[in-house]
């Protein structure tokens, strides 16, 4: 059974939909798994960097959140993973989430019907907290959460924390948050030194909290030009720069997800 990841975090712009994609690649390339990505975000970025013009869809994820009959739309003509595509039309499917039973937990349907037939399942969010948002947190196994080094994304970033967890105890008691990626890096930056300080405290007083027990603080992902070049290429940053820097810190994110596909859902994770 494979495992579910979502990247998550109430800010935009943080580095979500780049995460998803990249991490997604190595995943596939260095591990060779199956991979399957979905996009719950109705600005449909995953879905474009992936180089799928997102209107060009007449199903998207919305047909199965809202209609549980319905097989997940997928496209498949990238040769390292599945995706299944979102558009602006998500945003229709949020309202009418509100009328469905068990409305929170729709996208666990979903994935309870797909994620047999794949080692990893990467859900990109969208930056709210809405039903969209609140079916990823109760579907998914694990939470990475990209923060931007920067004071005013640490702030929502906060509230978030706080929002996981209360949402966690009543519908997915079993998610771990296995991970904090900080984007956008710029060591010359004060602010920016000062921010990984303040994650490093926050996240050390969290892990009395057995949601955040294990979380690990990875290396700061650089601020690149790159990242924007390659998703406009529509290219995973390996591809597009082989001998990129970041390419480390991207590797390591990926071998820690490694190391909880390879254990029972349920079981710890390990920081």
């Known amino acids: 059974m494979g495992k579910t990841f979502a990247l998550f975090n109430m800010s935009g712009g943080v580095g979500k939909s780049t995460l998803t994609q990249n991490l997604g690649y190595h995943l596939a390339t260095d591990h060779d798994l199956k991979v399957l990505l979905i996009d719950v975000d109705p ?30 739309a997928l496209e498949s003509r990238t040769e390292w993973c599945n995706l299944a595509p ?47 948002s609140i079916n990823c947190i109760s579907g998914v196994d694990f939470l ?12 929502a970033t906060l509230t ?23 984007t956008m890096y710029n060591k010359q930056y004060r602010q920016h030194q000062e921010a990984m300080d303040t994650i490093q405290s926050v996240f050390q007083e969290l892990r009395a909290n057995e949601l955040f027990a294990h979380t690990s603080i990875y290396d700061p992902i650089p601020r690149s030009t790159h990242f924007g070049d390659a998703s406009k290429a529509h290219q995973p940053l390996a591809v597009f720069k082989p001998k ?3 390419l480390e810190q991207l590797r390591a994110i990926a071998d820690n997800m490694i190391s909880q596909i390879k254990v029972p859902v349920g079981a710890a994770a390990n920081g």
């Open 43 to 72: 600005q449909a970025s995953l879905t474009t960097f992936m180089g799928y013009p997102p209107l060009e869809y007449e199903q998207t994820i919305a047909d199965s959140l809202l209609d549980a009959s319905s097989p997940l």
């Open 86 to 132: 979102a558009n602006i039309f998500l945003s229709q499917c949020e309202i009418e989430l509100h009328s469905k039973i068990q409305r929170e937990l729709c996208l666990r349907r979903v994935l309870d019907k797909v994620k047999d037939e794949y080692d990893a399942v990467l859900v990109d969010c969208p930056p709210s907290l809405g039903q969209l």
């Open 144 to 155: 990475i959460i990209p923060i931007q080094t920067e004071c005013k994304s640490l702030e």
């Open 160 to 182: 978030l924390l706080q929002t996981t967890h209360e949402i966690t105890q009543q519908v997915n008691p079993d998610l771990r948050v296995l991970g904090v990626a900080p």
């Open 244 to 246: 990129h820097p970041a």
